[in-house]
């Protein structure tokens, strides 16, 4: 369904990984945003399940075998809601939504860190609709397109802001579904490898570890959420 590509972001090679349905097109776009492993099987695996839906799906590698320094700034960038990561990320959103196979609306759905950049790109309003999953809340959300979320209950660092976003978002008149799951920790949809790691230091915080019935739950909500806001008529934002 999918395979390996390099994009070419402001003339610089980025690598990435792009999924296509199986017939029909063009098709809305949604791009894939990692957590801090960047771009692995794991990854290849949701975009592949995303275009399974029926969208033209990329996930770019923002780390590319950098190592931590690459991370630490990704990770900066995020907190500072601006930089060259964020650059690159909106011009991935460019580049799928000016594809001939692309139907010209997009949606990115993220996971960690990269569920942070989901909610950032949705709060910019670069994206008809986000899904952000256990991923950093932005400060300002008054002008972001419709969002869907998922945090674990386990998850006591990230979960925190939760109700203030969905709270903010119903007050500015936002579509929303937030959820946040008993028994789940931070990265309950992911499977990657080097989860084991963090599961070891960051249990007490962040309680990591895949769990099926809350993903796979997470996943039947993002379907419907992207499919009203990428396969129907984008609602009216507030001004």
């Known amino acids: 369904m999918g395979g390996d590509l390099t994009l070419y972001i402001s003339g610089d090679p980025i690598p990435g990984y792009l999924s296509a349905p199986d017939s029909g097109g063009p098709w809305p776009g949604v791009v894939v945003l990692h957590q801090a492993f960047g771009l692995d099987d794991d990854i290849r695996r949701i975009t592949d399940r995303v275009a399974s839906l029926g969208y033209l799906a990329v996930a770019p590698d923002l780390v590319d075998g950098g190592g931590w320094g690459c991370i630490a700034r990704i990770a900066r960038d995020l907190w500072r809601g601006e930089g060259n990561n964020v650059d690159t990320v909106e011009a991935v959103i460019?580049?799928?939504?000016?594809?001939?196979?692309?139907?010209?609306?997009?949606?990115?759905?993220?996971?960690?860190?990269?569920?942070?950049?989901?909610?950032?790109?949705?709060?910019?309003?670069?994206?008809?609709?986000?899904?952000?999953?256990y991923g950093q809340i932005p400060d300002d959300l008054a002008n972001s397109c419709p969002v869907v979320a998922s945090y674990g209950a386990e998850d006591r660092f990230l979960r925190r802001g939760a109700q203030g976003a969905r709270a903010a978002l119903e007050e500015a008149g936002i579509d929303n579904d937030f959820k946040i799951y008993r028994g789940a920790g931070h990265?309950?949809?992911?499977?990657?490898?080097?989860?084991?790691?963090?599961?070891?230091?960051?249990?007490?915080?962040?309680?990591?570890?895949?769990?099926?019935?809350?993903?796979?739950?997470?996943?039947?909500?993002?379907?419907?959420?992207?499919?009203?806001?990428?396969?129907g008529e984008r609602l009216p934002q507030p001004e």
């Open 94 to 133: 460019t580049w799928l939504r000016s594809r001939a196979d692309c139907s010209g609306k997009v949606g990115a759905i993220g996971f960690c860190m990269g569920g942070g950049y989901a909610f950032l790109l949705g709060a910019k309003q670069k994206v008809d609709v986000t899904a952000s999953n």
């Open 187 to 231: 990265g309950f949809m992911n499977q990657a490898e080097g989860h084991r790691l963090i599961e070891t230091l960051g249990r007490p915080l962040l309680a990591v570890g895949y769990r099926r019935d809350a993903a796979e739950d997470a996943w039947v909500r993002i379907g419907a959420f992207f499919a009203k806001y990428l396969n």
